[in-house]
């Protein structure tokens, strides 16, 4: 379960650690050879790591954008911030 605190700006700095944990699987993937494992544009997807994603107040909208099937990735959802 992936559960993010919510905090209003603050959260940028747990959308940076998220974005390291996409890219940072997919390489420890890739090193140790798991095949059973798919990487999306060198990271594999929060969606795809957790069963359960949840956040409360500003949490809640970026957990929503990590499950969303439009989106998926955080790469580019916040980009504006």
Known sequence: ???IEGGGAKNIISLMVMDYMET???QYATQKKLKSIECHNDRILL???FNMIAGSS???VIAAAIVSP?????N????AI
């Open 24 to 26: 940072y699987a997919c």
């Open 70 to 74: 439009a989106n998926g990735t955080l």
């Open 47 to 49: 969606k795809d790591m």
């Open 1 to 3: 379960m992936l559960s």
């Open 58 to 60: 500003t949490g809640g």
């Open 76 to 79: 580019g959802t916040y980009s």
